[in-house]
């Protein structure tokens, strides 16, 4: 009698065990301080509630600016790329998804302990992320805040880029009972803004009875469930990636904040003709309320040096004497003088009398990729502007210099730096105000190099440096008209938005790589080229775009390998080029905004300081 109860009393707790389903977890994952004590509670993992130890599993994941290629995706979720690419359909690992498309992530999902889970691994990028942003902004709802804190030795608040974590990520095999009816798979789905069970069992193409029961609903229910929370979809076979899609574009911040530009009075004053980028832009309407709620992103903050440090409103005098009385030996350009106040080099430069608004639009600028102007000074009807210095003068000169000195500095590293310093200038512009700023005349001659070969953007050619006291004679001849950047809508119709800077941004992306002007004469015939045209239809056929990259490199950024053998840089190369090639697209809303361009370079830029064969160069 004693024994036969033991066993049947087991016999009813594996079965209960085995059909008990797993429970929805709710809000509860969205804190951090969760505990277990009394039993396995869905605000960590999935409960091992099967007799299966492990089986094959999928999660869903929405691409977002840094995790936006197969590659990328793969690399986060530790799974190889080739299965990713193919459950998905999509051919190139490499190429950029847009923003906010579902992939399907097949994975192996163990019982470990009491949860299940599917193991990576993650190194903190950034200070500014905490084991909460990891998992809800990262993974995406995949992993619980709770279920990293329990995985990992780091304290909370003791979290610094560089570390690497464990990430268990949320999965499950299907129970007894689900098995019985033909459930072979479990997807974990991530719920978003007007998701519901009916919408999403109809995508999947099963009952919506099963999705309830399947998450320890009794019944449906659509108020049952929240946004960043994950949902598990019983499945009888692979999910196909018809099943997926890309969310509606969040509100692009382009369009919202599209400006159309009226040129600064630029024509009726000769002297103030070089100096025509920033524009004033007209501000479409937009409540006050928002306007002061609108914070900059932390990692713009971060870029911005303290406002208005140094601004200062000269007297004539002190120009005069800092430039040698405006002095030909001084003179970089036509009203553009060198001068030394204070031991600092300075940029002096005389404008027409209507540089007021200009000034107030720099006054504000304050970012270490935006040049720096350092103040002001009204004499005779003219205005006075002084700015930093930049050693290596204009981007275009620097690509142009055949010298040796140059030669050593023509790496990768230091291309893509520049790249990056530019994207992130120009983020900052396009994010710092609303209605945004648009440069519009972004191109290789306002892109000036530090010393250090740092790229700011202003918007005049600067003389490149004399630095050991040459008479700066040499003066460089910047084109007013930037032919070769401008982007069909801006070619067709005038219209001017942050779009079109991203399209300029792209054209010094090609020149940076290729190491060519933005119209360059061809050897052969002697014919003027494009060098958008000329990159976009010799990449067209994707199949040989690798080889056909591998003739766009500019010649200087090969390395040999100790060895003797060239370094190949075709891969490196054939992700900026696409990088390019996006921001060209010649339909303005499809192209990438900043802040995706920033994110991919970044990438692309981690990628390459990691590889083995960069570091050599
Ligand atoms: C976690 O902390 C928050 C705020 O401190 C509190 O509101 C919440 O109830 C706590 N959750 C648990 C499960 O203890
Ligand atoms: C995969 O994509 C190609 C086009 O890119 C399409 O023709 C094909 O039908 C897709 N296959 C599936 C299974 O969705
Ligand atoms: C997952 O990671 C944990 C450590 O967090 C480790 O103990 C376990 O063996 C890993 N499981 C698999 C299947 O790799
Ligand atoms: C979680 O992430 C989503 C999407 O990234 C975001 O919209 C949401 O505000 C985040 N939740 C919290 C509480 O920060």
Request: hydrophobic share 40%.
């Amino acid at each position: 009698m004693f024994p036969f109860s033991i066993i049947f009393m087991l016999v009813l707790f594996l079965t209960l065990k085995s059909h008990a389903q797993q429970m929805y977890s709710g809000n509860l994952v969205m804190d951090c301080n969760n505990t277990d004590e009394t039993g396995p509670s869905p605000a960590f993992l999935y409960t091992c509630n099967s007799i299966k130890p492990s089986c094959s599993a999928f999660l869903m994941f929405r691409t977002q600016p840094l995790y936006n290629t197969v590659m990328t995706i793969s690399k986060l979720m530790s799974v190889d790329h080739t299965g990713l690419a193919r459950i998905n359909n999509i051919t190139d690992s490499n190429k950029i998804l847009p923003l906010n498309k579902e992939l399907i992530i097949p994975v192996t999902c163990s019982c470990l302990g009491e949860y299940y889970q599917a193991n990576t691994s993650f190194v903190i990028p950034t200070i500014y992320d905490t084991y909460f942003t990891i998992a809800n902004s990262t993974y995406e709802a995949l992993t619980t805040c709770s279920s990293l804190m329990r995985n990992n030795i780091y304290n909370q608040y003791d979290l610094h880029p560089g570390q690497k974590l464990q990430v268990p990520l949320r999965c499950a095999c299907p129970t007894v009972s689900q098995t019985a009816v033909g459930v072979k798979y479990l997807l974990t789905y991530l719920i978003t803004w007007k998701d519901s069970i009916q919408k999403i069992s109809k995508r999947f193409k099963i009952s919506s009875q099963d999705l309830a029961l399947a998450n320890g609903f009794s019944h449906v229910n659509e108020d049952d469930i929240f946004p960043f929370t994950t949902l598990l979809v019983p499945l009888s076979n692979e999910p196909l990636s018809s099943m997926t899609r890309t969310l509606g574009q969040k509100q692009n911040m382009s369009r919202k904040y599209i400006i159309i530009g009226a040129i600064a009075g630029s024509v009726s004053s000769v002297l103030c003709s070089l100096f025509v980028g920033y524009l004033l832009l007209k501000r479409n309407r937009v409540n006050a309320c928002k306007m002061t709620k609108w914070e900059l992103p932390k990692d713009i903050q971060l870029g911005i040096a303290s406002v208005d440090q140094d601004f200062k409103i000269y007297r004539f005098g002190e120009l005069e004497e800092a430039s040698d009385g405006f002095s030909l030996q001084n003179r970089l350009s036509d009203s553009v003088y060198k001068g030394c106040l204070k031991g600092k080099t300075v940029v002096i430069k005389q404008m027409g009398p209507n540089a007021n608004k200009e000034v107030k639009i720099l006054q504000k600028f304050n970012h270490f990729n935006v040049i720096g102007l350092y103040g002001v000074c009204e004499h005779d009807r003219s205005c006075f502007l002084v700015y930093e210095f930049m050693e290596n003068g204009s981007l275009k000169e620097w690509l142009q210099d055949k010298t040796l000195t140059s030669q050593e500095s023509q790496t990768w590293t230091n291309r893509i730096r520049i790249g990056l310093d530019v994207a992130k200038g120009l983020q900052y512009l396009h994010n710092f105000a609303n209605p945004a700023y648009v440069h519009k005349d972004i191109n290789s001659c306002n892109i000036l190099l530090s010393k250090d070969l740092r790229a700011k953007i202003s918007n005049f050619g600067l003389a490149r440096s004399t630095e050991k006291g040459q008479i700066a004679n040499s003066s460089i001849k910047c084109p007013l008209e930037s032919k070769g950047y401008h982007a069909p809508e801006y070619i067709e119709s005038g219209i001017v938005s942050t779009k079109t800077d991203v399209y300029a941004f792209g054209v010094v992306l090609l020149e940076l790589i290729t190491g060519k002007n933005a119209v360059y004469v061809n050897d052969d015939d002697g014919e003027e080229v494009m060098l958008c045209e000329m990159v976009i239809s010799s990449i067209g056929d994707e199949k040989h775009a690798k080889d056909k990259v591998d003739y766009l490199i500019d010649p200087r950024l090969q390395a040999i390998h100790p060895l003797g053998f060239t370094i190949d840089h075709g891969e490196l190369a054939l992700r900026l080029v696409k990088l390019s090639v996006a921001c060209l697209e010649p339909e303005s809303s499809r192209r990438l905004s900043m802040n995706e361009i920033v994110s991919t370079l970044m990438m692309i830029q981690m990628d390459a300081q990691s590889s083995d064969t960069m570091s050599m160069v």
